[in-house]
């Protein structure tokens, strides 16, 4: 989204440079994200944060024409060469968008090509971590004040289907998705927010639709919208989540309405709870009854040393595929 003149008008350094650097100061970390196409100056500011920052991981994000290329390979090899980074400091995420519905057959068909694209894959089994990234939310909705939809939800039903055959699969890549939100990145627009929650399930997006904010009904607007959702089978119950929680107190009149913002927090947070738990099932994993909390002491650095998915190449692949162990992003001398 960076353009190189409109954005480095007036300033030394190119647009991202400034942005980390902004970042750096700010104490935050913040890492950048490439792929095949960007500008010589975007490429040339990756180059400098990969010198500069020694141990520190970037993400190379790939899209489905990139894939399909006759040159991917060799356009890979390249990029990373040009850049100076390590596979192995490089989070790889094969991203395929907005995806409309998928119908049932054409599932298993994306599942198939998409297994054969992994197995394809430059430096498969030394990138830091490699993700697939998709999403069938809604890029339009079109609903009347009132109204309460489900839209079929496919993403998280192909990343299952996928993992049905683990042993076809050379490396098993993590999942991401848009969250609940797919609409393109315009320019941002002063308009009068709408009442609505978005709630996702294994199976569906649900929206609920309420009227707008103006006059007469002000953000009140939202509690109607939230006796909807919580009145659908769907409904996961207040103690699912803290942003199920958010949604019943609404319902109840037992908080503030919240505002635009809030009511989209909630719905977000609810999705990740959601795709947490569906994940742990895919694996097999058990929750403990009581949730584990992250120690809030952790530093953001020391995350990234459990970025890698989980291999699955054959336990005896030969000794050049191990990259030497260095340290820990984050940690300091």
């Known amino acids: 989204m960076i353009e190189d003149e409109f954005h480095k008008q007036g300033r030394a350094n190119h647009p991202l440079t400034e942005l980390l650097e902004r970042a750096r100061l700010a104490q935050a970390l913040t890492l950048p994200v490439t792929g095949i196409g960007r500008s010589e100056g975007y490429q040339r500011a990756i180059r400098r944060f990969v010198d500069n920052n020694p141990g520190l991981p970037i993400c190379l994000r790939v899209t489905s024409a990139d894939l399909d290329s006759s040159t991917f390979t060799a356009d890979i090899t390249a990029l990373v060469a040009e850049l100076r980074c390590k596979p192995s400091e490089t989070l790889f995420v094969m991203d395929f968008k907005g995806q409309s519905s ?141 942003g199920d929680q958010f949604i019943s107190q609404l319902a109840s009149r037992a908080r503030g309405t919240g505002n635009a913002a809030t009511w989209r927090w909630a719905s977000t947070d609810h999705h990740l709870t959601m795709n947490f738990r569906a994940l742990n099932s895919f694996f097999g994993i058990v929750e403990p009854e009581t949730a584990k909390f992250a120690d809030p002491a952790a530093a953001q650095g020391f995350l990234f040393a459990d970025l890698a998915s989980p291999p699955t190449a054959p336990a005896d692949m030969s000794n050049e595929l191990a990259e030497p162990s260095a340290k820990r992003p984050g940690e300091t001398t």
Request: hydrophobic share 40%.
């Open 102 to 242: 998928f119908l049932d057959a054409a599932i298993d068909d994306f599942v198939a090509l998409l297994r054969d694209r992994i197995s394809e894959l430059p430096f498969l089994h030394h990138w830091l971590g490699l993700a697939v990234a998709l999403s069938s939310f809604p890029a339009s909705i079109k609903l009347e004040a009132g109204d309460v939809k489900a839209y079929p939800r496919t993403d998280l039903l192909a990343y299952g289907r996928l993992l049905v055959n683990p042993n076809g699969l050379l490396r098993i890549p993590m999942f991401g998705d848009y969250a609940v939100d797919t609409s393109p990145n315009d320019k941002p627009q002063r308009r009068t927010p709408s009442a609505h929650l978005r709630y996702s399930t294994p199976a569906s997006y649900i929206i609920s639709k309420g009227h707008s904010v103006k006059k007469p009904y002000g953000y009140q607007a939202i509690y109607p919208v939230a006796d909807a959702l919580i009145a659908k089978p769907e409904f996961m119950g207040p103690s699912y989540s803290a």
